[in-house]
């Protein structure tokens, strides 16, 4: 994708090379308070997305696993738990608000003797061929500017063998359920954002750029095309939420 | 059709919750877990589509709805039939729509597993409620309890007769004591061949000693 390509930033057409730093804009303004409003928004189910994240991954003692747009390290501390001391866990984000907020929190829960933090672009992941055993990222891949350049990032850093794990909104299976889910992101989130982080375009924000994701079957056959194989998903909560999971042969 | 596996999830995390709970007030079933770390047992159900593996881990089981290695043992049938086999009177598996591969072993050690488990469940209800409240909840969930004792209490019965009559790994009593019998006769029989034949070999010298 080049510079002067147009991209979307939810519903609102921008130039590829503006896009990060309007997402970083909403990050920086919804860090703070990102975990109290993951909770309110999904009802807390959003933790049952991200159990079910961790079992997929299958991740051993001594492995070593990047977590992308890692945030404020729900997935990371449970990957150091698994890893083990002889393990390892790169909590990687291009929002160092958002980093900030992930490693205090961390910190304070005692995880750190497994833990690095990188504040790393998707799109150009800074680690050596062949490094990770297992790549995750959740919620993240519908802010990157590029997919598929970050897809093809990540299938050079995993290992041959190794699993990528994509944890993202999607297109929910039924209309019912869509009309439903429409009303609910584009009215009630908005408000939940200005009463709870005094931020109602960046809610706003996350209920479009939802909509402009590629849907189950497209992202799948964007891993295909990265170079990855066994591809497959599964819909959670009717198809609101969907993992990817793929394998870098 | 597939169960959410959202839904699933939240299923299974209950569960692990109610299981560590119980297997905190049952030490001895902790210990006897011990020697079984590392095992796996998978139940597939065909309907509804699920699958559930439960990996026994140092003294604890934790269930999951994903695991890489191969299980160790495999159970495989609908909802109705796996459950079925908790309720059925007659303990073999032929027509109850379940079948069983890979390590009948670990089938056999959860049956003593089972055999052994001895939970206080008036120490957990005193801990949270008092004295006062768990002592008539008690009585009431021990009423209701004796049923479903009595089919977890089939259960191991009905494992030992599909080692022993479906599967054939392993001889059944009855079979064994025939075989002890056998090979008592048979230790009788040789006792007495060889006090034939030493009467027999000193017959023989005494002869040749007078001829």
Known sequence: ?249 | MKVDPALLTAIIAAANKAIATALAYDPGTQAALRPLHGKVLLINCTAPELSLFAVIENDGIRLCSYYEPVPNCSLTGSATALLGLLWRDNHSLADSGVMVSGEPSLLSNIQQLLKRLDIDWRQPITDVLGETAAYPLTRILSSQGLWLHERARRLPDWLADLLTEELQLLPSAEELALFYQDVNDLRTDTERLQARLDQLRKTRTINGTSS
């Open chain 1, 1 to 249: 994708m080049a510079q002067d390509d147009y991209t979307h930033f939810g519903f609102e057409k921008v130039r590829a090379h503006e896009k990060a730093a309007k997402v970083a804009g909403v990050f920086h303004s919804v860090a703070a308070k990102y975990d109290l409003m993951n909770d309110l928004m999904s009802g807390g189910v959003h933790r049952l997305w991200k159990m079910f994240t961790i079992e997929m991954a299958a991740v051993r003692p001594g492995q070593t696993v990047l977590d992308i747009a890692g945030g404020t390290g729900d997935l990371a501390a449970k990957f150091s738990r698994l890893v083990g001391p002889e393990g390892k866990v790169v909590l990687a984000d291009i929002n160092n608000s958002m980093l900030n907020v992930g490693r205090d929190k961390l910190l304070d829960h005692g995880i750190s003797q497994n833990i690095c933090f990188a504040q790393a672009d998707a799109q150009y992941l800074p680690f050596p061929d062949n490094t990770f055993d297992c790549i995750t990222i959740a919620f993240g891949l519908r802010n990157v500017t590029d997919k598929d350049l970050a897809l093809s990032s990540m299938l050079r850093v995993l290992k041959p063998g190794g699993r990528l794990l994509i944890l993202e909104f999607s297109k929910p299976q039924s209309e019912l359920l869509a009309k439903a889910y429409d009303t609910y992101s584009f009215r009630l989130l908005p408000i939940m954002g200005k009463l709870v982080a005094n931020d109602s375009d960046s809610y706003r924000y996350l209920a479009e750029s939802i909509r402009m994701h590629p849907d189950q079957e497209t992202l799948r056959e964007m891993m295909v095309a990265a170079g990855f194989s066994q591809c497959s998903y599964h819909n959670m909560t009717g198809g609101v939420v969907a993992l990817h999971k793929g394998i870098k042969p």
